[in-house]
């Protein structure tokens, strides 16, 4: 391919203005099918919706006897609900069944749901199938939405002391909300089992399955016959950059991938990965990231697949949708010879309210990492995290994660980042000690060599993005940093969508 008509295209983009993102205001329904029509990740949420948390760190009291989680008023969803399993002697752990979860919403005095932690971590309640919820490291998690219209109450009732987190969404009004049912309708119960499906394999949305075959979800979760495939090849012997142009817009990338040359893996993986959108200046990319993060592989050997991240038979893939209007480059910074081929899978749509997905990579200070994003509305939907250091533990984990949208902490005291990362406990046989992966979060780097430690963790949120309406802020590091040894290396590569489509317009201010 010829790169002079790739530069004329790109230079005709940026002649133009960006034009004005639609002020559509999207509201998440609350209902399963948000845990598999991936395309609505990339919508732009209405500005008066306000994520809302609660913790162990700031807890609420008890009431009749029962650990109070969380409670709110209006309408909502609940977009996350994590319980450890309980504190104490790890030697005699408190059995896992012991403890009860009820769910109170609309001020109703019985609860939606009434289930013991066993139940919800073994993935048999039918509104929290497997897979998607279920146990983790340490605990459980439940991703299944659960719509209120006025108000919510969660209480934990025995099974002794434990870490929480309960993430919801609270919402202007209650038009067009269905609250919640513990037995799922038959659309609730059917959506839950396309969910079930896609994340067991996330490449089903590009699945070719005949009409006789048994994969009757994966035919029914496939976009394959509305989608476009784009390739370019890449060849390369030496340093180099690349620029490729993505076909014209209005499209939504639903999965970039690499197919690529094993022989070149680790040139892959240490290259740089910009994409722009509308015509921008590459020097100010809307995704810039080392290669390997943004696909969330960091080791050779190392093969997953997450909902939204991974590998499969040397394709790297991220589907997270990206949208564009009008169009989209590709720049491909290599410091050694790379061979494969970029694929590009289009829809040719873009939703009205459609963001740009965002990019970076941003390195822990002093052992404390900050980062923040002042461009407007947008939300935050990913974090890949890695740390490396010495000692016991890996003490990285045991550290602070605090999130401010719009200068709003979500949590005064911030939360434990290990649980922020659906697990707990770690360092302990049969707890968090080793690689472990699921569709939404998961540590695919868990090692040991002595003194020596290493992480890599991601969250991808699918169900409870943080919406902001000017500003997002995210920092790892110790309650006190005074007196704390710093790890050797701390990173984080940090996704969101937002109204513009990069950092600054080529020749005009932010």
């Not at 998440?28 to 949420?45: I, K, N, Q, W």
């Not at 439940?142 to 870490?163: K, V």
């Not at 499209?251 to 892959?268: A, C, G, M, Q, Y």
């Amino acid at each position: 391919m010829s790169a002079l008509p790739i530069l004329i295209g790109w230079l005709m983009l940026a002649a133009e203005p960006t034009p004005p993102t639609a002020q559509v205001r999207y509201l998440p329904s609350g209902r399963p099918a948000e845990l598999h029509d991936l395309g609505r990740l990339a919508r732009l949420r209405d500005p008066r919706a306000r994520a809302v948390a609660f913790s162990s760190r700031e807890p609420l009291g008890t009431r009749d006897g029962r650990t109070v989680l969380a409670e709110t008023s209006g309408p909502g969803i609940v977009q996350r609900l994590w319980v450890a399993e309980p504190k104490g002697d790890l030697a005699r752990p408190t059995p896992s069944g012991a403890g009860r979860i009820r769910v109170h919403i609309d001020g109703r005095a019985e609860p939606v749901l009434n289930a013991t932690i066993d139940e919800l971590s073994s993935g048999r309640h039918p509104s929290f199938p497997g897979v998607v919820n279920g146990g983790r490291p340490g605990g459980f998690v439940a991703y299944t939405p659960m719509a209120f219209r006025d108000g919510c109450l969660i209480t934990l009732e025995g099974g002794g002391e434990r870490d929480y987190e309960v993430g919801l969404l609270a919402l202007p009004s209650a038009e067009g909300l269905t609250s919640f049912r513990a037995q799922p309708t038959s659309d609730d119960a059917h959506a839950l089992q396309l969910a079930h499906a896609l994340a067991r394999e996330p490449e089903a949305i590009f699945s070719n399955e005949p009409s006789y075959s048994r994969q009757r979800l994966w035919r029914e979760l496939s976009i394959r016959r509305q989608a476009e495939d784009a390739e370019y090849l890449v060849d390369g012997t030496d340093r180099s950059s690349r620029l490729f142009a993505l076909p014209a817009g209005p499209r939504t990338i639903r999965s970039f991938d690499i197919v690529l040359d094993p022989k070149t893996t680790e040139n892959w993986r240490a290259a740089r990965l910009r994409i722009v959108w509308e015509g921008d200046d590459p020097a100010d990319a809307a995704v810039d990231v080392p290669f390997s993060e943004f696909f969330g592989l960091l080791e050779r050997g190392l093969t997953y697949r997450s909902l939204l991240t991974g590998e499969n038979e040397h394709v790297w893939s991220n589907r997270f949708p990206m949208p564009y209007e009008r169009g989209a480059t590709v720049v491909i910074d290599a410091e050694g010879p790379i061979r494969g081929v970029v694929r590009v899978r289009t829809l040719k749509e873009r939703s009205a309210d459609a963001g740009y997905l965002r990019a970076s990579t941003q390195a822990a200070r002093d052992g404390v990492l900050e980062w923040g994003e002042k461009a407007g509305r947008g939300h935050l939907v990913g974090t890949f995290f890695t740390a490396a250091g010495r000692g016991e533990r890996a003490v990285s984990l045991a550290e602070t994660l605090s999130l401010m949208a719009d200068d709003r902490p979500l949590l005064a005291r911030g939360v434990p980042l290990i649980g922020a990362f659906d697990a707990a406990w770690p360092d302990v046989k049969d707890r968090l000690d080793m690689s472990q992966t699921f569709p939404l979060s998961g540590f695919p780097v868990y090692r040991r060599d002595g003194e020596r430690w290493c992480v890599a963790a991601y969250r991808w949120r699918l169900t409870d993005p943080v919406p902001f309406e000017r500003s997002i802020a995210l920092r790892i590091g110790p309650d006190n940093a005074a007196g704390a040894t710093p790890p050797d290396d701390v990173r984080a590569t940090v996704f969101w969508y937002s109204e513009r489509s990069g950092p600054a317009r080529a020749g005009r201010p932010r």
